[in-house]
């Protein structure tokens, strides 16, 4: 019977140097397997690692269920700058564990065709940001398709909850 190992780092498996199987975790979020024996040392990137349960990606929502009007004000407000121009838009969905109701926020935001930049307000920051939970940021893509970008994947860092919808999908509702 053969010993199987965990690591969390290159640096422990090599101070152990365990026999037999060892699985090392690495900084891409991998697991690698690792194998020794006389004839040499085995590396590779493993799918399955024994003895530990699988567990499934989801995401569970644990505060109450948005209103569908929020929905038609965001559709309502995305269809009204898809129609009069070509620039993006953001909305916020926030919270308030206080009221316990949802407030849609519009920023002060500069926008263009491929950007906008909001200005958060402070009612929503700071000891307030104990209140107040922000659950979305929603952005319209314009005359764009629907994707996260790269600018998106660099701007959308917050845990939360991110969409956008574009004036195609809006038009053809």
């Known amino acids: 019977m053969s010993m199987i190992s965990y690591f969390w780092n290159v640096a422990d498996f090599l101070k152990k140097k365990t026999k037999g199987i060892s699985y090392i975790a690495s900084s891409n979020g991998r697991i690698y397997e690792v194998r020794e024996s006389k004839i040499g040392t085995m590396i590779a990137r493993t799918n399955h690692i024994p003895k530990l349960d699988e567990i499934p990606e989801k ?9 569908s009007q929020i929905f038609q004000q965001m559709y309502s407000f995305f269809k009204y700058f898809c129609e009069r121009s070509d620039v993006e838009v953001m909305l916020q969905l926030f919270y308030d564990t206080k009221e316990k109701e949802y407030i849609l926020e519009c920023p002060v935001q500069k926008v263009s065709k491929v950007r906008v930049e909001a200005e958060l307000d402070p009612k929503f920051l700071g000891r307030n940001s104990l209140r107040y939970i922000q659950v979305a940021q929603v952005h319209s893509h314009n005359s764009m398709s629907a994707y996260f970008s790269s600018v998106d994947d660099r701007d959308e860092k917050a845990y939360m909850i991110y969409g956008g919808a574009t004036c195609l999908d809006i038009k053809s509702v």
């Open 59 to 67: 995401f569970q929502f644990n505060l109450p269920k948005i209103p």
